[in-house]
């Protein structure tokens, strides 16, 4: 199962919004409403942001939101702040698996 | 509140078997599975396979199968997974996460590293 392709690094100014795309195929993305996005600092565990697509745990911000068309999903962050500045990986559902993202690096400026 | 609690640091050698905890509470054990995440130094996430907490079935990555083991003892709510003939590029921190229905749910363990060395 080849790992699902997102962008190495995005960045945005403080204020803005910034969208990362995580492409799939129709096997696991396209195939299943069963997207996750993780949000990870250096030297720590990943904290699940978004899962199903679009819908956010408790406690986490509503400057996060997710959105799937065909093959690509995407996680949008607006409202950039400081603390977004991590790694962040997508993940999917894939016939009794999970495949995860290459990751991207998201800068604040 | 929901806990998964992996054991401590490992540092093996190459071809030797290495078994990682993840001892859950705060949630009824059984209800759910847990998955094995694995990330090494500087790289991404690494999906390595999943176990049934109710019935134990399993199902592991493809590029692991014949070395990985996951098992779980409910008695203590404890969820384990072995990794035998360990090369360098095992080397890697390795999380265990609370799974339901079919997706990864918001509990992680804190990570095990596990260095393989000579």
């Known amino acids: 199962q080849s790992a699902l392709t997102q962008p190495a690094s995005v960045s945005g100014s403080p204020g803005q919004s910034i969208t990362i795309s995580c492409t799939g195929t129709?096997?696991?993305?396209?195939?299943?409403?069963?997207v996750s996005w993780y949000q990870q600092h250096p030297g720590k565990a990943p904290k699940l942001m978004i899962y199903?697509?679009?819908n956010r745990p408790s406690g986490v911000s509503n400057r996060f939101s997710g959105s799937k068309s065909g093959n690509t999903a995407s996680l949008t962050i607006s409202g950039l702040q400081a603390e977004d500045e991590a790694d962040y990986y997508c993940?999917?559902?894939?016939?009794?698996?999970?495949?995860f993202g290459t990751g991207t690096k998201v800068t604040v400026l | 509140q929901v806990q998964l609690v992996q054991s401590g640091a490992e540092v093996k050698k190459p071809g030797a078997s290495v078994k990682v905890s993840c001892k859950a509470s705060?949630?009824?054990?059984?209800?759910?599975?847990i998955s094995w995440v694995r990330q090494a130094p500087g790289q991404g996430l690494e999906w390595m396979g999943w176990?049934?907490?109710?019935?134990?079935?399993?199902n592991y990555a493809q590029k692991l199968q014949g070395r990985v083991t996951m098992t779980t003892d409910t008695s203590t709510s404890t969820a384990y997974m072995e990794l035998r003939s360990l090369r360098s590029d095992d080397t890697a921190v390795y999380y265990c996460?609370?799974?339901?229905?079919?997706?990864?749910?918001?509990?992680w363990g804190q990570g095990t590293l596990v260095t393989v060395s000579s």
């Open positions: 705060g949630y009824t054990f059984t209800s759910y599975g």
């Open positions: 199903d697509v679009s």
């Open positions: 996460a609370r799974v339901d229905g079919l997706v990864i749910d918001p509990y």
């Open positions: 993940s999917s559902y894939t016939s009794s698996s999970t495949v």
């Open positions: 129709s096997s696991d993305v396209g195939g299943y409403n069963y």
């Open positions: 176990i049934s907490a109710y019935n134990g079935n399993t």
